[in-house]
Every structure is written in C-alpha cells, then in structure tokens.
C-alpha cells in the first residue's frame, strides 16, 4: 500500500480491514459533534453537540496537550488523560449524559454490571 493511500484515521478505502484507534472518542468523533479549536490564552478542543436523549446541549472543552496525550498514548485512559469531570468525559465517548444513563438503569434498559467472587 502507498503512503498516499492510506488516510489519517487509519482509514484504506483499498483496503476491507477496519483500523480502530485505541484512544478514540466515539461520539465526539462522529457527524453529531461539532469540534472548533482556540489557543487564547491557550490552546482548547471544544465539542459541542447534542445527549443521544436529546436532553441538553454540551459544550466540553478540552485541552489541546491533554487531549494529544490521550489520542497518542496507548496505555492513556481517559481518566488519566483529560482533566475533565467525569460527566463530560462520559459525553465524549458514548453521548450520553449522566441523567440520561440514570434514567436507563432504572428502566432496566441497561444491565449495571455485577461481580461476582469466588472464595476458595
């Protein structure tokens, strides 16, 4: 494969394997998220865009160096990474807002995950 073939995503439309990143942001990723920069006074992502529920409007604002880190280190987790609170960090990956997900686990739509343990 050329290099000029191959686009920045990881993306070969020459090409059926998919290359996902691991650090990707999905919903703030995709077409339902509007992404602007500014570097004043230093420099910022900011994702504005919609809950999945349509609930409320965010804008989530992110630092340029952090949001590198995170796209760019493997072993970066999101916790680790963005300086965010938890909800707006939630937002950027699954689109959903913490009312919303609230709302779900009490109307049994998602399964909380249990664990279990075993004593020998």
Same mark, same amino acid.
């Given at each position: 494969?050329?290099?000029?073939?191959?686009?920045?995503?990881?993306?070969?439309?020459? #090409?059926? @394997?998919?290359? @996902?990143?691991?650090?990707? @942001?999905?919903?703030?990723? +995709?077409?339902?998220?509007?992404? &602007?920069?500014?570097?004043?006074?230093?420099?910022?992502? !900011?994702?504005? +865009?919609?809950? !999945?529920?349509?609930?409320?409007?965010?804008?989530? =604002?992110?630092? +340029? +160096?952090?949001?590198?880190?995170?796209?760019?280190?493997?072993?970066?987790?999101?916790? #680790?990474?963005? #300086?965010?609170?938890? #909800?707006? =960090?939630?937002?950027?990956?699954?689109?959903?807002?913490?009312?919303?997900?609230?709302?779900?686990?009490?109307?049994?739509?998602?399964?909380?995950?249990?664990? &279990?343990?075993? =004593?020998?």
């Amino acid at each position: 494969m050329n290099i000029e073939n191959k686009y920045i995503d990881g993306y070969d439309p020459k #090409s059926n @394997l998919i290359e @996902l990143k691991a650090n990707a @942001l999905p919903y703030a990723d +995709g077409p339902h998220v509007k992404v &602007t920069e500014t570097y004043d006074p230093e420099h910022y992502y !900011h994702f504005k +865009g919609v809950c !999945h529920m349509g609930c409320k409007t965010f804008h989530v =604002r992110v630092l +340029g +160096g952090e949001l590198f880190m995170y796209r760019n280190t493997p072993t970066a987790t999101i916790q #680790s990474a963005l #300086s965010n609170k938890q #909800s707006d =960090r939630e937002w950027l990956k699954n689109g959903f807002c913490e009312d919303c997900w609230e709302a779900l686990e009490k109307k049994k739509w998602i399964k909380p995950p249990t664990t &279990t343990t075993t =004593r020998d």
